[in-house]
DNA sequence: TCGATAATCTACTAAAACTATAGGATAAAA
DNA sequence: TTTTATCCTATAGTTTTAGTAGATTATCGA
C-alpha cells in the first residue's frame, strides 16, 4: 500500500507544478485544496523541502515552491524519499540493501528472484515518469 | 514492503514444489528448513489451504501438499490471497476496486496516473510467473 | 480401542508503523 | 511590534504486523 504520506506528497508536488510562475503557495492553501491535513501536510512538505524539492519563505506572503522545473523532477527520487526502498524486500534493494537473516542463500531464494523481477518492473515506471508527466 | 506472511508463504509454497512427489510435508519440517516461527507458519498454510493451494492431511504421516502442478500456480493469485490488492492504491485495483475519498476526480489525478502504470508493470510480472518458474 | 501424531481453530498480545495533533519557536513583512 | 506563516519537537491514537497460547479434531498404527 501506497501510504497517505506519499499520496499527498504527490499532490501536493503536482499543486505546486500547475500553479504558474514561481510564487509561493502556502501550506493551508494546498491542504484545503487537496483534502488534506493541514499539519499532515506541513510535515511532509517540510522533508521535501529537507529533500533539496521545495524552497520555502515565511512570514506574510510565504509558502513553498519548487526548486527545479518540473520534468527536471524523477519519480524515482520523489518516491525513494517520500515512501522509502522501491524494492519490496531489503535484499533486493539497491539503495538500502539488507541481507535477510532467515535466507541462506541468495542465489537459490523463489523470493529473491520474483522481487528482483518486480522491483526492475517499477524501477522502469518511476524512471520514465517526471512530475512533468503527471500533470 | 512485502509482509513476512507472503515471504514465508512462498517460501514454503516453492519448498512444497521443490519435493518430489505428493507426500504430505509437516509444518515442523517446513518450519526448520526455511527458518520460519512454526506457529506462524501454521496461519499461514491454513490460509493457503483454504484457497485452494495446498491440501492436507491430520494425525501420523499428514501434513500439507499441492493440489497443483506449479506450473498451474500464477504469482497473480498467490499474491492476491498473501499480500492483498496488487495495487497500491485502491481507486486502481482491479479486484479491490475502491473510491478515494480525498479525490473528487480520478481522471485527473496525478497519483491514479502513476499508480496505473506501477499495477500494470506488476501484473506483468506477476503474470509472466508461475511458481514453477521459481524453482 | 487406545495412544501418539499432526492439522485446526479461536483468542489474545506485543511491537512496530502509520496518521496524525499540539504547541511553541523562528523569521519575514507591514 | 503585530501579524503571518513556516519550522521543529514531542507525543498520542489507531491500525497492521508478527507471533503465542492453548484447547480441539482427525488420522494412523498397534
Redesign the interface.
Known amino acids: 500500500?501506497?501510504s497517505k504520506k506519499t499520496?499527498y506528497g504527490?499532490?501536493a508536488l503536482?499543486y505546486l507544478a500547475r500553479v504558474k510562475g514561481k510564487e509561493p503557495v502556502q501550506i493551508a492553501e494546498i491542504a484545503k485544496q487537496?483534502?488534506?491535513s493541514q499539519k499532515f501536510l506541513e510535515s511532509i512538505l517540510l522533508t521535501l523541502r529537507r529533500n533539496g524539492f521545495l524552497g520555502s519563505k515565511k512570514g506574510k506572503g510565504g509558502g513553498y515552491y519548487l526548486i527545479k522545473e518540473p520534468h527536471e523532477i524523477p519519480?524515482t527520487t520523489v518516491m525513494r524519499v517520500l515512501e522509502g526502498?522501491i524494492a519490496?524486500?531489503p535484499c533486493v534493494s539497491l539503495n538500502f540493501y539488507e541481507k535477510c537473516?532467515?535466507?541462506p542463500d541468495e542465489a537459490t531464494?523463489?523470493?529473491h528472484?520474483?522481487?528482483i523481477?518486480?522491483r526492475d518492473?517499477?524501477l522502469?515506471?518511476?524512471r520514465?515518469?517526471t512530475l512533468a508527466d503527471?500533470?
Chains 1, 2 share one sequence.
Do not use: F, H, R, W
Request: hydrophobic fraction near 45%; charged fraction near 20%; glycine fraction near 4%.
Open positions: 500500500m501506497l499520496k504527490l499532490k503536482t487537496e483534502n488534506i519519480m526502498p519490496m524486500v537473516e532467515d535466507c531464494c523463489s523470493v528472484k520474483l522481487m523481477q518486480v518492473s517499477a522502469d515506471v518511476y520514465g515518469n503527471l500533470l
